[in-house]
């Protein structure tokens, strides 16, 4: 019989892989609590309308990458490309401005996008997604992305380098784009046919295109830098100022336009040497006009996303293990050794000592075999003649010494030797 395999694009992240996962996730929240972060959870499905609306109906996700498909009753449903259309349909959904009028907002969870698989690049992904509401000042985009990188070095990931660009506002940003469109025309011989394509609806886009016939096409584009009003360029010094004094180091970078079309002002990206071809590991930036564009107040907003499924690969480069080995194994052997293990087993992991037992009728070579696989600190071997004794032994794995402990306050003895570290 054929096994069925999992969908292209797809993958498992198994036992092994989670311990690394988990860390990664568990620093980034500490991270976020102690930033004043709380979190959300988000469902995946949402009506297309609303990636259609923030996304933009132009971008590369929307136009092909969609996992879309009608419900039984015909409404149009999407898998969710990204977090930051539905938290913000869920901050106007639940007015959640009218508590705070600052809500700073994180989540984790999975994306889908149906992108041509590679290394890095997956169907489903995962994200870790950070989102302020209400402050327009330009201190928090620095804050935030101080907080982003303090996520990485917290994590020991120092082959990053921060991108970062303003993308204007409504006011500048058409200059820029005629400009630029102008250019387009001049050169448009010479574009892929994306680019082709995008030169018209979203020509942004080819700035970011990494087909090396458009870079050296666009190598002599004007910069949104230039054309930036003084209140965005005003805000984007302070950006880099700020940045400056809590010691980042950035880069500017006026390609860095990212494929989502409601992004204004400031523009972020990290990248790292560790990938290859996915260098990108997070990216952000400001969408003010966002919120009012789907019908909410007209508040101001920032956020960024971390790849978890990039990170956790630079990570696993690393030799770290990240899961913790049994304290304990008990070895048990017949009927009533078995019987007694399962509640000492019970009771150890009450207090908090990570126990294995073993339930199957194994002969204890082959539990010690085991003990040792799982890289058990200790061993203990709970025969029937041990019990008749009212005794049991304890094995230390590394020492090898071994040594008789009474049934009678089992629990409690282990527990101080585990505590004490006594190595006998
Ligand atoms: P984006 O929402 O496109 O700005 O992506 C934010 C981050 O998510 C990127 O920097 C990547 O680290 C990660 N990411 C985006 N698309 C994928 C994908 N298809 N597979 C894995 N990670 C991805």
């Not at 590369?60 to 990204?82: A, C, N």
Request: proline share 4%; with cysteine.
């Amino acid at each position: 019989m054929t096994t069925i395999q999992i969908i292209r694009g797809f993958k498992d992240i198994l036992p092994g892989e989670t311990e690394l996962w988990q860390h990664i996730e568990k620093i980034a929240r500490d991270i976020f609590e102690n930033f004043g972060f709380q979190e959300i959870r988000l469902p995946v499905l949402e009506r297309s309308e609303l990636f259609a609306r923030s996304i933009g109906a132009d971008t590369d996700i929307v136009e092909k990458e969609m996992y879309t498909f009608p419900d039984r009753k015909g409404d149009l449903l999407t898998m969710r490309p990204e977090a930051t259309a539905s938290v913000v349909r869920a901050y106007i959904q639940h007015k959640l401005y009218a508590k705070d009028p600052v809500q700073k907002i994180y989540s984790i969870g999975p994306m889908f996008r149906r992108e041509r698989p590679q290394k890095g690049r997956y169907r489903q992904f995962y994200q870790i997604n950070a989102e302020v509401f209400g402050i327009a000042s330009p201190l928090i985009d620095a804050q935030l992305i101080f907080m982003l990188t303090t996520i990485f070095s917290k994590l020991n990931v120092t082959d990053i380098a921060t991108h970062i660009n303003s993308l204007g506002c409504p006011e500048c940003r058409p200059g820029f784009k005629k400009a630029l469109s102008t250019l387009l025309s001049s050169v448009s011989d010479k574009l892929c046919s994306d680019c082709t394509r995008r030169h018209k609806r979203n020509p942004l886009r080819v700035l970011d295109c990494k087909v090396p016939s458009c870079r050296e096409a666009m190598s002599g584009a004007p910069a949104i830098l230039d054309f930036l009003c003084p209140e965005c360029k005003e805000h984007f010094n302070t950006v880099k100022k700020r940045l400056e004094t809590l010691n980042i180091p950035y880069i500017v970078d006026k390609n860095l336009v990212r494929g989502l079309d409601y992004y204004t002002r400031t523009t972020f990206e990290i990248q790292t040497g560790s990938l290859g071809a996915q260098s990108a590991v997070a990216g952000g930036g400001r969408y003010d006009g966002l919120l009012k564009a789907l019908g909410g107040p007209d508040h101001p907003a920032i956020g960024f996303a971390i790849g978890l499924d990039r990170l956790a690969e630079i990570k696993s480069a690393e030799s770290d293990n990240f899961l913790q080995n049994p304290e304990v194994f008990i070895a048990a052997l017949g009927d009533h050794g078995r019987t007694a293990a399962l509640e000492w087993a019970c009771h150890l992991g009450l207090e908090g000592i990570k126990t294995e037992l073993n339930l199957n009728d194994r002969s204890l070579k082959s539990q010690m075999k085991r003990a040792n696989r799982l890289g058990a600190a200790h061993v203990l071997i709970v025969g029937e003649d041990e019990l008749t004794k009212s005794t049991v032994i304890m094995r230390n794995m590394n020492t090898k010494n071994q040594f008789s402990i009474p049934v009678h306050g089992l629990v409690e003895n282990i527990k101080k030797i585990l505590k004490k570290g006594i190595i006998h």
